[in-house]
């Protein structure tokens, strides 16, 4: 969750800011050795691999801020949030993947740094691994689990969260419906909203807005981190050095990092990444196979689907995209794909008839395949419709939800209520029809699709 802060470090790095700016900024850092004694590890592959952590550390957030963000309580001292960030060798694209926290894992033999007794290789949750051996343990079992060596460590808690997206300016969130959650405080509107670091403590945090529980959390937790590179990259952090040094002392007041973690790293980056956008980085939560996977002694644990879970670190491993990897001229805007559209159901759920209301021969199957390649589930038999100028969408009024989101895809249809139609839609497409706009839902429905962070951020 709050590796916002951490993964922001890369970012703010990739501006090309100098190295009488960025030197002795590490000094703040809190150093952790989480590599010591390590064996039997995973093979290097390409790339840098960035372990980040989100712990619930609040010991200097104050009482007013406590109140009003909901942050009472004692902390766990545990990871209430694990992501696994890979740098790509050439560093033009940030890959990150989200872990589930309660995942089902096999921590190995290690002894309790609080106990002080040995254990032997045993099931637990993931986020126990740190409450048990620390940042060391929380390594070796991330690494046995995915098979990824880790180059480096980072570890960030409520207060430099907050402070960071303070010192950014806030984040802005976009969402198309309400989101509320009596435990976190949390309660936004349909719409755009501006975010201090309060609020976007709470909106990361959340987790009883639905039955997506902790799924949609952590897609909350990748639309936010697409939002604060956003606004790194275009709220001219990285061309002032001034607003820059404040940012970056801000984020690394309470990190916790390995030793090799500092300027020299942060000066590579700063040369490899100039131009770092949104766009470059792309967001994905593990594969899950079983969401309530029963473990005796520890309760409902979320365990991993195997066979997707290896091809995604794989892709990790040999530095490959999770994305396509065609990558769309920004700069001209020749073949620009455009920005998809929040619609409230997910495409895939809405069955869809395509009718050729027009006298142009096959427009019929153009518009199916159109429609069908932005999600919708259609029949792949177009028939011949009644002449019509205006493209038309008839519905049941019961699926009135789904009739809402087909339109969006088709810009200026009528639509018309027909009682007793049925789960299926029909498109009559008219002679106003000019292609179909991509739409996505705004959804946990499809939580293990990667996407790039600028089909995420607000438009």
Not at 79 to 88: A, G, K, Q
Not at 430 to 444: F, I, N, Q
Request: proline fraction near 5%.
């Amino acid at each position: 969750m709050r590796m916002a802060t951490a993964l922001s470090v890369t970012v703010l790095a990739a501006g090309g800011i100098g190295h009488a700016v960025v030197t002795g900024l590490d000094t703040g850092i809190t150093r952790v050795d989480p590599f010591k004694d390590m064996k039997n590890r995973p093979q290097a592959g390409n790339g840098m691999n960035v372990l980040v952590v989100g712990t619930d550390g609040r010991d200097r957030i104050t009482a007013e801020e406590r109140a009003k963000y909901r942050l009472g309580g004692a902390p766990c001292h545990c990871t209430d949030t694990v992501m696994l960030v890979h740098i790509s060798e050439g560093r033009e694209r940030a890959s990150v993947v989200s872990l589930p926290r309660d995942s089902y894992a096999e921590m190995p033999e290690h002894t309790d740094l609080t106990t002080g007794r040995k254990h032997r290789a045993h099931p637990v949750k993931l986020n126990a691994a740190y409450a048990e051996g620390g940042p060391g343990l929380t390594v070796r079992t991330v690494e046995s689990m995915t098979g990824v060596k880790i180059d480096h460590y980072l570890e960030v808690d409520f207060t430099s969260f907050m402070r960071t997206v303070d010192a950014v300016g806030g984040v802005q969130i976009c969402t198309t419906r309400s989101l509320k959650d009596a435990y976190t405080g949390l309660d936004l509107t349909p719409g755009t909203h501006e975010l201090d670091g309060g609020q976007a403590l709470q909106y990361v945090r959340s987790r009883h807005i639905d039955g997506a529980a902790d799924i949609g959390r952590m897609q909350r937790q990748q639309r936010f981190l697409a939002a604060l590179i956003d606004r790194l990259a275009n709220g001219g952090v990285l061309l002032n050095p001034v607003r820059f040094r404040e940012v970056a002392t801000t984020m690394l007041g309470s990190v916790r990092a390995d030793e090799d973690f500092g300027t020299d790293q942060l000066l590579a980056l700063a040369k490899a990444m100039h131009g770092f956008t949104p766009a470059s980085s792309e967001f994905v939560s593990v594969p899950i196979g079983d969401m309530s996977f029963p473990v005796k002694g520890i309760g409902s644990t979320v365990k991993w689907d195997a066979a997707k879970a290896q091809k995604l670190f794989q892709s990790l491993r040999d530095d490959q995209p999770l994305t396509p990897a065609a990558r769309n001229d920004t700069s001209s805007g020749k073949g620009r794909t455009p920005r998809a559209v929040v619609v409230d159901v997910a495409p895939r759920t809405i069955r869809v008839q395509v009718y050729n209301g027009t006298r142009t021969d096959g427009l019929g199957r153009k518009a199916d395949d159109a429609l069908r390649a932005t999600g919708f589930d259609t029949t792949r038999a177009p028939k011949t419709g009644s002449a019509r100028k205006r493209t038309l969408v008839e519905y049941d009024p019961r699926w009135d939800r789904s009739a809402k989101s087909l339109a969006a895809a088709l810009p200026g249809a009528e639509l018309r209520a027909v009682p007793e139609r049925g789960g299926t839609l029909r498109v009559t497409v008219g002679s106003d029809y000019r292609g179909v706009t991509p739409v996505r839902a705004e959804s946990a429905e499809q939580p293990f699709e990667a996407v790039t962070g600028d089909k995420v951020v607000c438009p």
